[in-house]
């Protein structure tokens, strides 16, 4: 669906050739040093006033001069020129696509990673632009008997051509590459998301990880009801012994990378969330199906850099279950023993994610991780605090959140933190336990992240992500992003273990 050119871009046998304009009336440079004749006419255009850039708007031009190369341009707002984020160029990108199906457009050419954009270079330009065409036209569409019975009209493919200067073209090429397979990974996080909690049961996720290991060097370990009871994880047990769907602790191990760091990943993976006994009000509980986006992150990740052949060290944990109310499910007021050996007083059941967490975070430890990172669609409160434009990101390791922070804001995946000072530890504390699940309704995302910390050696830089508002949007307004899971996580780790594990 994305592919490179770089031959000359005026005979491009291409159904129509996209070029970037910026807010205030001005043609990206390139189109300059290209075509002339082609560059005056869009400024002309441009002074009457006939398009003005801002992101998301279009106007299509023909070019009846046209006998080879393409027949129209296509004029892509992009927006103020100093505004531009990896973002805009991602949003460009599953735009130029949906501007083409609706065009009957099949092959669609594109200048616009031939420049700069306020400092981001054409490179990074063609990663943005690729990602966003590739993420913007994900399907889910496993359940609908005819496959194109979707609300947006049927869809045709649409090849995105994308110019590079040629000496530049290999190295790109490469890159486009290796981001073929990251987005593999964000697409199998986003389908098990979409997945509903009867079809992806905590075993269905212990299956898919299996799978991976046919095509991957990546070995998978399953514990079962019994495993879990023999290695005292009563956090898990307790979460799903409301479900016929028994619990399962996945251990997924990539090791590829000699002596290179370890690091240990760990994924929140309730497959339905209904709050077992303190159960959930109605109003969107279908959503909960949801709740597994870290696990299926963590298994995204591990898919993509074994992909990539990546040589590094990664462990991954996926603790799975359902949160389901039953005459077999815990109850609110139960004090369970964690298999850290901490005793933890159950006030409320529908703060699972942290009881399952306690126990992947502690077992994760006996790996002798050089670091660990947890994702957890963890609070509401998180939503709350942040929506859906970032994740909550805690720890005590400030040189490690530091650098999440920054891959985050270069991948299009933001986090921005959230104090875990001592006073919010306060609010754990259980007349009867070593602590309480919940600490009251302030500061609900910073709580969890607290909790969790608990389980965690504080020798291990250790960071949180709470990714309760941006594991999912059922909003449909952002142009890469069909309602449904978004995958999140998976690129901020690729890219991670790219910068920081290599
Ligand atoms: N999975 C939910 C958190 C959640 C809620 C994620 C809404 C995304 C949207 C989690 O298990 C949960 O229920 N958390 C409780 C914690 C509370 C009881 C301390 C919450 O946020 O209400
Ligand atoms: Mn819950
Ligand atoms: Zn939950």
């Given at each position: 669906?994305?592919?490179?050119?770089?031959?000359?871009?005026?005979?491009?046998?291409?159904d129509?050739?996209?070029?970037?304009?910026?807010?205030?009336?001005?043609?990206?440079?390139?189109?300059?040093?290209?075509?002339?004749?082609?560059?005056?006419?869009?400024?002309?255009?441009?002074?009457?006033?006939?398009?003005?850039?801002?992101?998301?708007?279009?106007?299509?031009?023909?070019?009846?001069?046209?006998?080879s190369?393409?027949?129209?341009?296509?004029?892509?707002?992009?927006?103020?020129?100093?505004?531009?984020?990896?973002?805009?160029?991602?949003?460009?990108?599953?735009?130029?696509?949906?501007?083409?199906?609706?065009?009957?457009?099949?092959k669609?050419?594109?200048?616009?990673?031939?420049?700069?954009?306020?400092?981001?270079?054409?490179g990074?330009?063609?990663?943005?632009?690729?990602?966003?065409?590739?993420?913007?036209?994900?399907?889910?569409?496993?359940?609908?008997?005819?496959?194109?019975?979707?609300?947006?009209?049927?869809?045709?493919?649409?090849?995105?051509?994308?110019?590079?200067?040629?000496?530049k073209?290999?190295?790109?090429?490469?890159?486009?590459?290796?981001?073929?397979?990251?987005?593999?990974?964000?697409?199998?996080?986003?389908?098990?998301?979409?997945?509903?909690?009867?079809?992806?049961?905590?075993?269905?996720?212990?299956?898919?990880?299996?799978?991976?290991?046919?095509?991957?060097?990546?070995?998978?370990?399953?514990?079962?009801?019994?495993d879990?009871?023999?290695?005292?994880?009563?956090?898990?047990?307790?979460?799903?012994?409301?479900?016929?769907?028994?619990?399962?602790?996945?251990?997924?191990?990539?090791?590829?990378g000699?002596?290179?760091?370890?690091?240990?990943?760990?994924?929140?993976?309730?497959?339905?969330?209904?709050?077992?006994?303190?159960l959930?009000?109605?109003?969107?509980?279908?959503?909960?199906?949801?709740?597994?986006?870290?696990?299926a992150?963590?298994?995204?990740?591990?898919?993509?850099?074994a992909?990539?052949?990546?040589?590094?060290?990664?462990?991954?944990?996926?603790?799975?279950?359902?949160?389901?109310?039953?005459?077999?499910?815990?109850?609110?007021?139960?004090?369970?023993?964690?298999?850290?050996?901490?005793?933890?007083?159950?006030?409320?059941?529908?703060?699972?994610?942290?009881?399952?967490?306690?126990?992947?975070?502690?077992?994760?430890?006996?790996?002798?991780?050089?670091?660990?990172?947890?994702?957890?669609?963890?609070?509401g409160?998180?939503?709350?605090?942040?929506?859906?434009?970032?994740?909550?990101?805690m720890g005590?390791?400030?040189?490690?959140?530091?650098?999440?922070?920054?891959?985050?804001?270069?991948?299009?995946?933001?986090?921005?933190?959230?104090?875990?000072?001592?006073?919010?530890?306060?609010?754990?504390?259980?007349?009867?336990?070593?602590?309480?699940?919940?600490?009251?309704?302030?500061?609900?995302?910073?709580?969890?992240?607290?909790?969790?910390?608990?389980?965690?050696?504080?020798e291990?830089?250790?960071?949180?992500?709470?990714?309760?508002?941006?594991?999912?949007?059922?909003?449909?307004?952002?142009?890469?992003?069909?309602?449904?899971?978004?995958?999140?996580?998976?690129?901020?780790?690729?890219?991670?273990?790219?910068?920081?594990?290599?």
């Amino acid at each position: 669906m994305v592919e490179l050119f770089s031959d000359s871009v005026v005979q491009w046998p291409c159904d129509a050739l996209a070029v970037g304009v910026y807010e205030h009336g001005k043609p990206q440079d390139a189109l300059e040093t290209i075509h002339r004749e082609w560059w005056t006419r869009v400024q002309r255009v441009l002074e009457e006033g006939w398009l003005r850039g801002k992101a998301g708007e279009f106007l299509m031009l023909p070019l009846a001069d046209a006998t080879s190369g393409p027949s129209r341009l296509l004029l892509m707002g992009l927006g103020k020129e100093d505004a531009i984020t990896p973002l805009t160029l991602e949003h460009t990108g599953a735009r130029l696509i949906k501007t083409a199906q609706n065009h009957g457009i099949t092959k669609l050419g594109c200048l616009i990673a031939l420049d700069r954009h306020n400092g981001i270079p054409p490179g990074r330009c063609v990663q943005h632009l690729a990602q966003g065409a590739w993420n913007g036209s994900y399907r889910f569409d496993r359940f609908k008997s005819k496959k194109n019975d979707s609300d947006e009209g049927s869809r045709q493919g649409v090849t995105l051509e994308l110019a590079v200067r040629k000496a530049k073209k290999d190295r790109i090429s490469r890159k486009l590459e290796r981001l073929r397979h990251i987005r593999d990974g964000q697409f199998l996080a986003r389908d098990l998301g979409n997945m509903p909690g009867n079809l992806l049961t905590p075993e269905m996720m212990a299956t898919r990880a299996r799978q991976l290991t046919e095509d991957f060097p990546i070995q998978v370990t399953v514990w079962n009801e019994k495993d879990l009871k023999k290695n005292r994880m009563n956090g898990i047990l307790a979460v799903g012994q409301g479900s016929v769907n028994p619990p399962r602790l996945i251990i997924m191990e990539y090791r590829q990378g000699g002596e290179r760091p370890l690091l240990a990943v760990v994924g929140k993976a309730i497959t339905f969330d209904s709050g077992g006994i303190s159960l959930k009000p109605g109003a969107k509980m279908e959503e909960m199906k949801f709740d597994m986006a870290g696990g299926a992150a963590v298994m995204g990740f591990i898919q993509a850099i074994a992909a990539m052949n990546l040589k590094v060290n990664v462990i991954g944990l996926i603790p799975a279950a359902e949160n389901l109310p039953s005459g077999h499910a815990q109850r609110p007021g139960d004090i369970i023993e964690t298999a850290s050996g901490q005793w933890v007083e159950v006030i409320n059941t529908d703060a699972e994610g942290r009881l399952v967490l306690a126990d992947a975070l502690h077992h994760a430890q006996s790996f002798a991780p050089d670091m660990i990172i947890d994702l957890a669609t963890l609070t509401g409160a998180c939503v709350v605090a942040l929506g859906s434009e970032a994740s909550g990101l805690m720890g005590y390791n400030k040189k490690l959140l530091r650098k999440l922070e920054r891959i985050g804001r270069r991948v299009g995946e933001k986090l921005w933190p959230l104090p875990l000072f001592p006073g919010y530890q306060d609010l754990l504390k259980s007349p009867v336990a070593d602590m309480k699940n919940v600490g009251g309704r302030d500061a609900g995302a910073i709580t969890g992240g607290c909790f969790l910390s608990r389980f965690v050696d504080r020798e291990i830089p250790w960071a949180h992500i709470d990714i309760a508002g941006t594991a999912w949007d059922m909003s449909g307004k952002k142009p890469s992003q069909p309602k449904g899971a978004t995958g999140v996580g998976v690129r901020l780790l690729c890219r991670f273990a790219e910068k920081e594990l290599c």
